[in-house]
């Protein structure tokens, strides 16, 4: 099982809102991602840290931000929320080998009406 | 462009029985493939991973075959259970940048039934 954190697991709420999506990892992994997953898509990649203070944007693009002040905590911001954000958002985590498995969290199933 | 591709999309199989999912992939340079198991509203969990010199890859009842050549990948599931069903999502992972990135393929649903 792995040590890897997403909170909320669902959210729904109204266009215009701020919202935080969370994500931590007790695993120590420096290599943390954001990824957006449509109900019968492939993942894309949204985000992605290469440790303390390294963000890059991913494939996709997306109008939210992320940042990382510590090794285990990456979380997603939206500004002003759009139904066109309604999606399923996964975080994972690995190491830094390229062929370190990554490690997924359940996901926050965000709903914008 | 860099694809990953499977087939079928969905496949319903009967408890017991024994089935193939498929993957074709372009990327390159390749790195590495994995099988990753997604249970409806939870996040992907690895199964096999494999690399340009394995071949063959076994967890229990599934087992991955890599064809480098032809750029082919399959997953065989052995003697089903009511809980293989998932998505299960065919992920490639190219050598030509430090990050080591992935492309997922759509996944094919699998449903078993009793």
């Known amino acids: 099982e792995a040590d890897i954190y997403q909170t909320p697991r669902y959210l729904v709420i109204g266009t215009g809102k701020k919202i935080t999506l969370e994500c931590s990892q007790t695993?120590?992994?420096?290599?943390m991602y954001w990824y957006q997953q449509d109900p019968g898509m492939e993942l894309h990649l949204i985000h992605y840290s290469y440790g303390v203070n390294s963000t890059e944007k991913g494939d996709l693009s997306s109008e939210s931000t992320v940042s990382r002040i510590r090794t285990e905590h990456f979380p997603l911001t939206l500004e002003s929320a759009r139904p066109s954000h309604t999606s399923q958002y996964l975080c994972a985590s690995s190491g830094n080998r390229s062929t370190d498995t990554q490690y997924f969290g359940p996901g926050t199933r965000l709903t914008v009406l | 462009k860099n694809q990953v591709e499977q087939s079928p999309q969905s496949l319903i199989i009967l408890e017991g029985k024994n089935c193939t999912l498929q993957c074709n992939y372009t990327v390159s340079p390749f790195s590495n493939l994995r099988w990753y198991k997604q249970d409806t509203g939870r996040g992907p969990v690895s199964l096999t991973i494999?690399?340009?010199?394995?071949n063959t890859k076994s967890n229990g009842r599934y087992t991955a075959t890599l064809d480098a050549d032809t750029k082919q990948s399959s997953l065989h599931i052995t003697a089903s259970q009511l809980s293989d069903s998932a998505s299960y999502i065919c992920v490639v992972s190219d050598r030509g940048s430090t990050l080591g990135r992935l492309y997922f393929g759509r996944g094919t649903q699998l449903t078993v039934w009793p």
């Open positions: 695993m120590g992994h420096d290599k």
């Open positions: 494999m690399t340009f010199s394995e």
